[in-house]
Nanobody
């Protein structure tokens, strides 16, 4: 069982930078693939970025070059560094985890067994 707690979301101006954190419980954090998704009211949950246990990363085309995912296994934490924020980045951001080797597309939310409660990011123009 893994519990995830996101933090760092807040109101930002367009063009600014923001770092989100996701703290995970449990001793086997390094064995989990981690990801960030985002969701606006009434919309599907959207893939943002993922990082595997080995450190390989994937990004949605809409955020490539602006967003970086990283992890610190010693701190059981995954981060999402967001730069050049845009109003369309406004969403609730969710952290997700799944044990290494789980079947399915790393960009598909159904691959992930554990989810945090989300943190709100609002970007004003």
């Amino acid at each position: 069982q893994v519990q995830l707690v996101e933090s760092g979301g807040r109101l930002m101006q367009a063009g600014g930078s923001l770092s989100l954190s996701c703290a995970a419980s449990g001793r086997a954090f390094s064995n989990y693939d981690m990801a960030w998704f985002r969701q606006a009211p009434g919309k599907e949950r959207e893939f943002v970025a993922a990082i595997t246990m080995s450190g390989s990363t994937w990004y949605a085309d809409s955020v490539k070059g602006r967003i970086t995912i990283s992890r610190d296994n010693a701190k059981n934490t995954v981060y999402l560094q967001m730069n050049s924020l845009k109003p369309e980045d406004t969403d609730v951001y969710y952290c997700a985890a799944t044990f290494r080797g789980a079947p399915g597309d790393i960009k598909n939310s159904r691959r992930y067994a554990y989810w945090g409660h989300g943190t709100q990011v609002t970007v004003s123009s």
